[in-house]
């Protein structure tokens, strides 16, 4: 049994490891290190509850707490029940356990099913306090006081290694709160800020227009980021207005209840979103009209504005029911920026129909935005062959389990 070296670890997107990396120096962490799928780092805690409130492109982040080398899961719970669980959580509260496996052999013995790994787990917690306490905690799957992360990997002195950490996050980051009503297969959010960022688009010097802008997803990350807004702004609104469910698992650890230092910095940075929010919004009034939507679909707009008003943009952020290949830039200089329908489950005839909107937009845009910027971001690969225009450049993303390609164009 050993503590941890890295002290925290922020997981996110494959293809937006870089910039989360640089987000998180940003906010302050000593030191970083890129790993496939998220960002290990060391900061002070307030710095890590800062990346919470801050990160557009992280999912979730958690805090290390033990390393194990075990021989077999009859091992892993034998050496779970050496941990201090009274220092992690209380007897009455509630606790949710997800084992995910990292490196493994295909052919195993152990560590077959990460519901068995998390059995033997949730045992040796149970039977910790029933030993101690007389008394034990409950599993709640939906609403946790308590979330634990355990990562199953090869070990170095016996076969495998078990990572355990706090889940500081309950609810996904990438769910900020503003989409309360979806479209098919929308982008997440920190992927749609992702693709803000890699394009380079700058506010002061271009418009902004997303032509299919489905749920808003990717205008209102744009705004955000216009604004200079922390994506977690709803959240520390909720927070300070209600006495509900807390916003954030980390509320309940004794590792934030018991240290009154770190709670008065949570409380300055809550104090420091609220006041970034009103000036960025304030901000964002100078913008109007440079970030623009529109989509062919009326059910989609109608979404669009929804989530626009919960996010407090609806004013500030024209949205129209337009069909793309009817779009005009917003202004002098302009990036067109979608994501683009993939036609994952394409039926008799939608092949066509995708083929001739990906054509379209290549046409479209040779005739009617030149001078000017266009991005797609699309899982659909053979399409970007048919929009017939040479590439500035490609990222590899993903979006989900879907991997896609972020397709930049200069339009000459």
Not at 16 to 40: F, M, N, P, Y
Not at 354 to 372: F, M
Not at 395 to 406: A, K
Request: hydrophobic share 35%; charged share 25%.
């Amino acid at each position: 049994m050993k503590k941890y070296g890295f002290e925290y670890f922020a997981s996110c997107p494959m293809g937006l490891e870089e910039l989360l990396s640089q987000e998180i120096l940003s906010a302050g962490a000593k030191s970083t290190k890129v790993v496939r799928g998220g960002v290990q780092f060391e900061s002070p805690s307030e710095v890590a509850l800062k990346v919470i409130l801050h990160t557009r492109f992280a999912s979730r982040v958690f805090k290390y707490l033990y390393s194990m080398d075990v021989l077999h899961e009859k091992d892993y719970y034998l050496e779970a029940t050496e941990i201090n669980w009274k220092n992690l959580m209380h007897h009455a509260q509630t606790f949710r356990l997800t084992t995910i496996f990292g490196d493994l052999p295909q052919e195993r013995e152990e560590f077959r099913n990460s519901q068995f790994a998390n059995l033997k787990l949730k045992d040796a917690i149970v039977d910790y306090f029933r030993h101690f306490d007389g008394t034990r905690p409950s599993v709640e799957k939906d609403f946790p006081d308590v979330s634990f992360l355990a990562r199953v990997e090869r070990g170095t002195k016996k076969p495998y290694s078990v990572t355990l950490m706090y889940d500081l996050c309950g609810d996904p980051l990438n769910q900020r709160g503003y989409r309360i009503a979806k479209t098919e297969a929308p982008v997440k959010e920190n992927v749609a800020a992702g693709l803000i960022k890699l394009v380079g688009w700058s506010p002061e010097e271009e418009g902004l227009l997303d032509a299919m802008c489905g749920s808003g997803t990717i205008l209102i990350e744009a705004a955000l980021i216009a604004g200079n807004i922390p994506p977690g702004y709803l959240k520390v609104e909720r927070h300070l207005t209600s006495r509900g469910m807390p916003m954030w698992t980390f509320l309940n650890y004794p590792w934030f209840v018991e240290d009154k230092i770190l709670q008065g910095h949570f409380k300055a940075l809550c104090d420091e979103v609220t006041a970034m929010t009103t000036a960025g919004l304030e901000k964002l009034a100078t913008f109007h009209g440079r970030i623009r939507g529109s989509d062919i679909d009326s059910y989609n707009v109608g979404v669009a504005q929804d989530n626009l008003k919960k996010a407090r943009l609806s004013s500030l952020i024209p949205i129209e029911r337009k069909d793309a290949l009817e779009s005009t830039p917003p202004s002098e200089k302009s990036l067109f920026i979608s994501n683009p329908p993939y036609g994952e489950r394409l039926e008799h005839g939608e092949e066509e129909k995708l083929r001739a909107l990906y054509k379209g937009l290549g046409d479209h845009w040779k005739n009617h935005w030149k001078g000017h910027r266009a991005a797609l971001f699309t899982g659909n690969l053979a399409m970007l062959k048919v929009v017939g225009l040479r590439t500035s450049k490609k990222t590899i993303l993903w979006n989900g389990d879907i991997e896609c390609r972020l397709a930049e164009y200069n339009l000459y």
